[in-house]
């Protein structure tokens, strides 16, 4: 028995000891700067007083050094007490092709290229797709969180487990528990992050991503230009 407990301490002593919370949160991002592309799965509840639903799919080409081509494919759906949207964004370059539930397009048309010289209406749907990367985008999911309060409660295996006491927003935080849960591979690369805590209106958000094919997701094609409208050819519908 003597022995056992000898020799189970020992082990515990041998033990590596995980890195700081900001280290690990430091570690994960620039994995995340270092590969090329990433397919996703997201979604984001609000709960509360204004509850809202958010889900995103697709793939998102990271590391855009060495001349790389941005290159984003993402489906999204979104419900609120504004009603329901649903659209697909390929975004290549300087180039976005959109298909929106709130867009009519020409028969035989699938997307809409929202080019900013065709169009007035293209400008705020351009910059709603760019807000909304920050959903999905791997890094938003534990990047931003208070780092003064950060702390690692638990870590078993590939899994670990914080908490914070708050979120970044409009230049201080928005105070609240907040859960962190992170998965990664063996290599070091995020395969699943949960998080709960106070949404930026103040009431809960819950938070759930998923990735995959990390460096090795399919590039994004372009459509071909018989089923791409110009702006001047689709009518806006108005909510």
Known sequence: ??????????????APVPA????????????????????????????????RRRTYAGVQH??????????????????SRWGITDYRALILGDDTYLQHNELTL???????????????????YLTNLS???NDY???????DLDRGTLRLVEHADNRYVFSAGGVPHSGSYVNGDVRLVVEVDDEGR???????????????????????????????????REIVAKPAEVSVRER
């Open 131 to 133: 807000l909304n990367e």
């Open 62 to 79: 990271i590391n855009m050094g060495g001349g790389a081509t941005t290159q984003r494919d993402v489906t999204a759906h979104s419900e």
């Open 137 to 143: 985008h791997p890094g938003s999911v534990f990047g």
């Open 190 to 224: 995020v395969v699943r992050a949960e998080r709960s805590g106070p949404s930026v209106d103040r009431q809960r958000e819950h938070r759930v991503a998923e990735y995959s094919q990390w460096g090795t997701a399919p590039d994004v094609l372009r459509p071909t």
């Open 106 to 124: 020409p028969p035989g048309k699938t997307f809409a290229l929202l080019d900013t010289q065709g169009a007035t209406w293209t400008w705020s």
């Open 20 to 51: 700081d919370p900001v280290a690990l949160l430091d570690e994960w991002l620039d994995v995340v700067r270092r590969q090329e592309s990433v397919r996703f799965t997201v979604e984001i509840k609000i709960e509360g007083n204004d509850p």
């Open 1 to 14: 028995m003597r022995l056992a407990l000898s020799l189970l301490l020992v082990l515990a002593a041998c």
